[in-house]
């Protein structure tokens, strides 16, 4: 009787094969920085997002928004001594923009790097309507 299929290339069963390809493309993933995210969101943005995925500069467009979304702390030494108390690294940014009004009073206006008073000025604009309420 003839065997039927593939010949056996492979002393390990088709499961342990599928283990041990699926442990090296984690390894490949991990050694190039790369992470799974997973996320719950509505079908129509879901749709949006795997549209947008397949574009060539995908990773460069969301990091962009994601730049406008949230604001990296430790970027900001005024942020970072007014948000002493958060353990996050990131803030959304409109977390910033109120912990900015809520506590102007700590802030030394000279001591603003001129990043700092950029990102101010963004974030008065976008969530204060352009004024500050300090």
Known sequence: MNP??????????RAEQLRRAK??????????????????LPAPVV?????AARGADFAATLDRLLDQAVIR????????????????EYLP????????????????????????????GELKDRFGGGILHA
Do not use: C, H
């Not at 039927?4 to 069963?13: A, I, Q, V, Y």
């Not at 970027?75 to 996050?88: E, F, G, S, V």
């Not at 940014?93 to 101010?120: H, K, M, Q, S, V």
């Open 4 to 13: 039927r299929g593939r010949p056996k290339t492979s002393r390990l069963d």
């Open 47 to 51: 749709n949006k997002l795997a549209a």
């Open 93 to 120: 940014a409109r977390d910033a923009f109120g912990l900015y009004e809520r506590n102007w009073r700590f802030i030394d206006p000279a001591a603003l790097t001129a990043e700092e008073r950029r990102l101010i």
């Open 23 to 40: 442990r090296a493309q984690r390894a490949r993933e991990r050694a190039a920085g790369l992470r799974l995210v997973q996320l719950k």
């Open 73 to 88: 702390v430790d970027d900001y030494p005024m942020l970072k001594q007014i948000a002493w108390n958060r353990t996050d």
